[in-house]
T-cell receptor
Framework: GAVVSQHPSWVICKSGTSVKIECRSL??????MFWYRQFPKQSLMLMAT?????????EQGVEKDKFLINHASLTLSTLTVTSAHPEDSSFYIC??????????FGDGTRLSIL | GESVGLHLPTLSVQEGDNSIINCAYS??????FIWYKQESGKGPQFIID?????DKRQGQRVTVLLNKTVKHLSLQIAATQPGDSAVYFC??????????FGTGTRLQVFP
């Protein structure tokens, strides 16, 4: 149980384009989803907290207009990296949990901006 | 605030030996603690968790110990296997859904 699916697993695109990443809870309803960013050989840094039906809460230093988050249902949250540039290249990971902990994670999306 | 650190960036153990990975946290009010395992190119995988009202919890081949006095958390892996090779993160939260992750320890298992 508690499976979180993330799609796509990797994407390469040109600078200036927007990229959408999906995070789905497959076998439970996720009241809260989280988006993290991870640089090579570093830890996970929380970007934002997403609650179904409400606006996401962003961590300090994360541009909300750059990283658009939508949590339209209890099983789906999306992260859109708008006008992506090479410095946005990273490993993006989502997590979700339902009525109780722990958070379960997707397998991440490796984003490369050329 | 909360900061979480790990004592060693890399831990090398021989197959069959026990592994101990340590984690220190700063906020004495932290009340929930989790260990995750992350393999290369994948997301973190839940291993075991513990709440602040406990000081020990056991799973299959794993044990988490919590010492609130010194704000220290450890993960013990019994009879370490090659499949245990990965980066291990502790994560901590205080009265909130948000987790603060430690810097990670790479566990290397050699034959």
């Amino acid at each position: 149980g508690a499976v979180v699916s993330q799609h796509p697993s990797w994407v390469i695109c040109k600078s200036g384009t927007s990229v959408k990443i999906e995070c789905r809870s497959l076998d439970f309803q996720a009241t809260t989803m989280f988006w993290y960013r991870q640089f090579p050989k570093q830890s996970l840094m929380l970007m934002a907290t997403s609650n179904e039906g409400s606006k996401a809460t962003y961590e300090q230093g994360v541009e909300k207009d750059k990283f658009l988050i939508n949590h339209a249902s209890l099983t789906l949250s999306t992260l859109t990296v708008t006008s992506a540039h090479p410095e946005d290249s990273s490993f993006y990971i989502c997590s979700a949990y339902g009525e109780s902990q722990p958070q379960h994670f997707g397998d991440g999306t490796r984003l490369s901006i050329l | 605030g909360e900061s979480v650190g790990l004592h060693l960036p890399t831990l090398s153990v021989q197959e069959g030996d026990n592994s101990i990975i340590n984690c220190a946290y700063s906020n004495s009010a932290s009340d929930y603690f989790i260990w995750y395992k992350q393999e290369s190119g994948k997301g973190p995988q839940f291993i075991i968790d513990i709440r602040s009202n406990m000081d020990k919890r056991q799973g299959q081949r794993v044990t988490v110990l919590l010492n609130k006095t010194v704000k220290h958390l450890s993960l013990q892996i019994a009879a370490t296997q090659p499949g245990d090779s990965a980066v291990y993160f502790c994560a901590v939260s205080y009265n909130t859904d948000k987790l603060i992750f430690g810097t990670g320890t790479r566990l290397q298992v050699f034959p």
